[in-house]
């Protein structure tokens, strides 16, 4: 029943008496009938400038000063703070010391875990569970809500098929149906049944678009995309986002075909409201109002506000340019009010679903309860246990045993909480994982000596911009001598155990925003340090904790065993005993490819064929100085047992353009122990309008299986599979071909069958 109740006509704020009930933790989402009006009552008491202050995020970094800008015309939302109190007092600015009482939004870059840290993105697309993700994320966000926030920056959903560019980390890798199928699963877990419901955060699909596709993987250069490939590659996981309801999206920083992403009229507005109907609202990135400028685009921050406005860009993330300038732009005639007006409604709108005009503030007292919940910790295990990707057992050198007398643990990032974690975790949290060295102390007991030596430091040649808020990462160089003496320790701790797990690869900041690289190596000298303590004859294990793919060629021919355990998290260090010691059989997945060198990037899968396709009698390898091929494919992943196919029948071999055929396998665990296998299904239109990638993804399964358990796996090729956006054409299109379909256990698949579609 709809109702409308002038509660306090001098504040002007209305409330709709049939609202409250799902205010009160209710799943069941409002209606826009009962948001809307309540919006346009608001709306219309709004000078321009209190509209305008709506449009601006403001930060909350020393020398901001959120207070004061809530305090002139209200604000939107706040960021870049992380203190229920804090919240609290800004808060009480808003609804107590503004005419209009409108709340503010506390926003933040909840990306993987709040207090509880689960394995960073790409960690997690490599467990190819999407609901293992939606339920990691449902407690990130249970666990931030509790503490006052109401928006996180997160899913971020860029493909990325260069490993230099840091940000690889932060998202589900290179492929768009798995990048997709990860992208709703953190919309749902973040959000709950609806943007706004109680115990989530509103989520926010960034960075809108393409800007995984940065020129040389150098992090915020230009991207050129040409529509097919954003629309077949890029876009897939935005739009699944969109599809999932997500509330809120992020413009990217870069150029996108030389067009700001956060002044893109196709991006913001063709696109994301014209084609796909998203009705939430669209925030810049960091200063990318006021970068517009320095772009090149605009001339002054009237004509950034101006044209990020008309393109379709919501709100002003800290960089203040809407509210130095845009209520002139209106007053001047350059700007209609029917835009601001357009822009401000889904702000308020959010708002109001969330129930923040009743309960604006944070209950203090239940924080600690919610961050301290067990449940989420085992999660955390659980999830980074079935991130972990066994690139490599020869011999079966995995697993160890845990009597086996003596462990060296060696490398910079064996003992390292920070490291362990990863980038991106939320602001004044220190980091409180279990290392991977605990987590061996802990695995083994009194069953084995355990010794550590860390080797040489390694540190980024040129500073993370983030030492500047996380003092720790701020740590004084070491001398070369130093660096010797450390290298020769580590040399000799080895020597003197039965076993060496190496556990190498990058600190937290050296992958992530504002850390690309042009190389992959391993860096410092852990390569030189590995060379060493694999020459002493040892049994010799390698765990990689990196957020991004590494060069480790060397390591690939000379290291038994190789574990990528990525950033796994809080509980990184247990979940990686877990795995070595054989207590859990792993079963991840690569979300990427691996090269064999950085300048072999971009490299993925699902490139087209050329006129000298692998495999046929005129292929010629690409480089003269060494293959192209990768040093481990796409969807790579080994376990503890071993997985047969069979039966590999398309129900329907022939089906008409619009229908549906049903592909099945049988998937038989052929080992000894029990284990995971992700069933992975390819295909390839053979020809059409266009030339369609070798291979591409178009369903993928994981499955437990015991010991000689078969089970049998179905999937779908249908119209969403089989579709396509056409460049010939410049439409999507389904066509009538003829289609290779493979089934397996990683990219280079070769269960076959084949698939006719008619006319
Ligand atoms: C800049 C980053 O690009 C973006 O991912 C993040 O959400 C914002 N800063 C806010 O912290």
């Known amino acids: 029943m709809l109702r409308m109740t002038k509660v306090s006509a001098a504040a002007g704020v209305w409330l709709l008496a049939g609202t409250v009930a799902w205010a009160r933790q209710t799943a ?5 009938l009962q948001v809307e009006p309540r919006v346009t009552a608001l709306l219309g008491q709004m000078t321009l400038a209190e509209k305008v202050g709506q ?23 706040v960021l870049w703070l992380n203190d229920p109190k804090q919240f609290n007092a800004l808060q009480r600015v808003a609804v107590e010391e503004t005419r209009l009482k409108i709340p503010v939004l506390f926003a933040l870059d909840v990306v993987h875990g709040y207090r509880t840290i689960f394995p960073v993105p790409l960690a997690m697309a490599a467990s190819w569970d999407p609901a293992g993700y939606e339920k990691a994320q449902a407690m990130a966000a249970r666990e931030a809500r509790a503490a006052g926030l109401h928006w996180t920056f997160a899913p971020m959903l860029d493909i990325a098929r260069d490993a230099r560019w840091g940000r690889i980390v932060e998202g589900a890798g290179e492929d768009p149906y798995l990048g997709a199928a990860m992208a709703a699963a953190q ?51 935005f739009q699944a986002a969109a599809k999932a309801g997500v509330g809120t999206f992020m413009s990217a920083y870069m150029d996108l075909n030389d067009v700001p992403a956060t002044a893109n009229r196709f991006l913001l507005r063709d696109v994301l409201r014209g084609e796909w109907g998203f009705k939430g609202f669209v925030v810049s990135d960091a200063f990318g109002v006021a970068n517009l400028i320095a772009q090149g685009f605009a001339a002054d921050g009237k004509e950034a506000a101006r044209r990020a406005v008309e393109a379709g860009l919501d709100m002003d993330m800290a960089s203040n340019t809407f509210g130095q300038n845009l209520v002139a732009e209106v007053e001047s005639g350059r700007l209609p009010v029917a835009r601001i007006d357009e822009a401000v409604r889904p702000i308020l709108a959010a708002k ?70 990863g980038p991106w975790i939320a602001f004044g949290q220190p980091p409180a994982a279990v290392t991977i060295l605990e987590g061996i102390r802990a695995k083994v007991g009194a069953g084995a000596k355990v010794t550590h030596a860390s080797g040489p430091q390694i540190r980024r040649d040129v500073p993370s911009m983030f030492e500047e808020f996380v003092p720790a990462l701020k740590q004084p160089p070491q001398t070369p001598e130093a660096a010797e003496t450390a290298f020769q320790q580590a040399v000799a701790t080895a020597r003197d155990a039965e076993v060496v797990v190496m556990v190498l690869g990058e600190t937290a900041y050296m992958s992530g925003e504002g850390a690309s690289r042009s190389s992959l190596d391993l860096p410092g000298r852990q390569q030189e340090l590995l060379e060493a303590v694999v020459a002493l004859g040892k049994k010799v294990v390698l765990v990689l904790v990196a957020g991004r793919p590494l060069g480790i060629t060397w390591a690939a021919e000379h290291v038994p065993a190789i574990l990528e355990a990525w950033q796994p998290g809080s509980e990184g260090g247990h979940a990686v005993a877990d795995v070595l010691f054989g207590d859990v059989n792993p079963g991840g997945k690569l979300p990427v490819t691996f090269p064999k060198k950085a300048g072999h990037a971009p490299l993925y899968y699902a490139r087209t064929l050329t006129h000298q396709p692998e495999g046929s009698p005129r292929y010629r390898p690409r480089y003269w100085d060494g293959s192209e ?13 071993t997985f047969t196919y069979s039966n590999l029948e398309v129900a329907e071999p022939k089906v008409a353009v619009g229908k549906t055929a049903t592909v099945t396998v049988d998937v038989k665990n052929s080992g000894a122990v029990a284990g995971d296998e992700v069933v992975q299904l390819y295909v390839h239109q053979r020809t059409g309008s266009d030339s369609r990638p070798r291979r591409e993804l178009e369903g993928f399964e994981r499955v437990s299986l015991a010991p000689g358990e078969t089970k049998t796996v179905a999937f779908k090729l249908g119209p969403d599979e089989l579709r396509y956006w056409s460049t010939a054409q410049g439409r999507s299109v389904q066509e009538p071909a003829g289609f290779d379909v493979w089934v397996g256990g990683d990219s280079t698949a070769s269960t076959h069958a084949e698939l006719e579609v008619t006319r």
């Open 187 to 237: 919309v749902r877990g973040f959000q709950g049944p609806y943007p706004g419901s109680p115990g989530h955060l509103i989520a926010c699909a960034k960075h809108f678009a393409a800007y995984g596709a940065a020129d040389g993987g150098r992090d915020y250069d230009p991207a050129y995309v040409p529509e097919g490939l954003l629309r077949n590659v890029y876009l897939p996981p």
């Open 629 to 641: 091929a990768p040093l481990y494919p796409f969807g790579h992943g080994l376990s503890y047992t």
């Open 352 to 421: 109001v679903r969330m129930g923040l005009f009743e309960n604006p503030f944070v209950d203090e007292s239940k924080v600690a309860a919610v961050l301290e919940a067990p449940a989420h910790r085992e999660e955390a295990r659980r999830a980074a246990r079935r991130s972990m990707v066994l690139l490599r057992n020869q011999g079966q050198a995995l697993p160890l045993r845990k009597d086996v007398g003596s462990i060296a643990v060696i490398g910079p990032v064996a003992d390292s909480k920070a490291d362990t974690e």
């Open 28 to 32: 069941t989402p409002p209606t826009d």
């Open 55 to 77: 449009l601006t995020q403001v930060g909350a970094f020393p020398g901001m000063d959120p207070a004061g800008t809530i305090r002139k015309a209200g604000a939107g939302s």
